[in-house]
């Protein structure tokens, strides 16, 4: 029987723990050591995956994931905000160091946060708006101020954080749901007027009925189910939230791996239309899929062997396709560049930008759940 993600002999995992060590080592020493640490999103998805490390390692290793989260928000103590939900994202640091620490001065910048997140525009339901300036409902949202939500309940217990967090996933899953394949589209714009399009994105995209994108965009999707499948692995058995949680990461898992090329072991920067012209694979969803395909294993949310080898597939496809080795680094490829909303030929033209900080983080992330380190 498979069990979790696990290695399958010692020459193998000595060999799989080369390319995951390698990158963690490059990405906190070379490409974004602490003291450089920007209060962004993108350097939330690595913060999120250091403090997952952090959790995971014992000893010296222990002590350098600690000495890295220290370092990257005392440089950010006196600046910590969540006045967008991209900021929110950060704070996720400060919350699990008030846990981990006890120090007053993390606790004080987490509550800060706490109080600038109630702030933050939102829909008629209680949505948080991914844009300051024009309400609207992206899936992104969800990993931003999810991980950050979660921090705080696990830091006091409080269960206004998990309700918040289970209330934000359930209005935006309302609003962007996909029926036929469980996954969800981009964005919902709630006044249809359309704005956001001065700022990022295509003019046009929310002039529908449903008021919502008409793709179905694969990073996206990919925060969303890491947030689900890393929030569930964290809460006890027995809370009701769990259990919704389960069911909406699994609903979103169903498809995927038909979903997937075989030969790359990757999915597609818009994952619905696999063999359409223009379409290309992007690695950084492919590493979100399989962690929460490789999480839903080990709570036994989903089973079977369609999904044990869909993540054997990307494990190594990763590797070999999506991973450059140059001197001393590994270089992460397919990244597809920060994105807001449009048409279909809007992805497909999108570049990669390869070596993001999330792009790095989110392969690092499977790499630990697929070894079971």
């Not at 450089?36 to 959790?55: C, F, M, P």
């Not at 994931?65 to 950010?76: E, G, P, Q, T, W």
């Not at 991209?86 to 987490?110: D, H, Q």
Request: charge should be neutral.
């Amino acid at each position: 029987m498979f069990l979790f993600c696990l290695a399958m002999s010692q020459t193998l995992f000595a060999q799989q723990t080369t390319w995951v060590d390698s990158l963690d080592h490059y990405a906190r020493t070379e490409f974004l050591p602490a003291e450089k640490y920007h209060w962004t999103w993108q350097n939330a998805a690595l913060l999120n995956t250091i403090k997952v490390q952090y959790e995971m390692a014992s000893g010296d290793k222990k002590e350098e994931y600690l000495i890295y989260l220290r370092k990257a928000m005392d440089r950010k103590l006196n600046r910590a905000n969540g006045r967008t939900p991209n900021a929110v994202a950060s704070g996720l640091g400060m919350a699990f160091l008030a846990r981990i620490t006890g120090e007053e001065k993390y606790k004080k910048a987490a509550e800060k946060i706490w109080e600038d997140y109630k702030e933050i525009p939102k829909t008629n339901e209680g949505g948080v708006s991914h844009l300051k300036l024009f309400k609207e409902l992206w899936d992104d949202t969800i990993f931003m101020v999810g991980c950050y939500l979660r921090e705080m309940y696990l830091l006091s217990g409080d269960t206004q954080y998990l309700d918040e967090l289970l209330h934000q996933i359930e209005v935006h899953r309302a609003k962007l749901k996909d029926d036929r394949w469980g996954l969800w589209y981009h964005g919902w714009d709630d006044d249809d007027k359309n704005r956001s399009n001065l700022i990022c994105g295509q003019k046009g995209w929310s002039d529908n009925p449903q008021k919502r994108s008409q793709e179905i965009w694969g990073r996206g999707n990919g925060w969303v189910v890491v947030t689900l499948a890393e929030t569930v692995s964290t809460l006890a058995d027995g809370l009701p939230q769990k259990k919704k949680l389960a069911t909406y990461l699994k609903e979103m898992l169903v498809h995927l791996p038909d979903l997937q090329d075989t030969t790359t072991g990757h999915w597609y920067q818009l994952p619905v239309r696999k063999d359409e012209v223009g379409n290309f694979i992007e690695s950084s969803c492919t590493a979100m899929f399989a962690y929460g395909i490789c999480i839903a294993l080990k709570e036994g949310i989903v089973a079977g062997e369609a999904y044990e080898k869909s993540v054997e597939r990307a494990f190594y496809g990763l590797r070999k396709y999506s991973i450059r080795k140059e001197q001393d680094a590994l270089i992460t490829l397919n990244v597809c560049k920060g994105t807001c909303i449009g048409d279909k030929d809007y992805y497909f033209n999108r570049k990669a930008a390869n070596e993001k900080s999330f792009g790095i983080g989110m392969f690092v992330l499977f790499g630990r759940a697929y070894l079971g380190e």
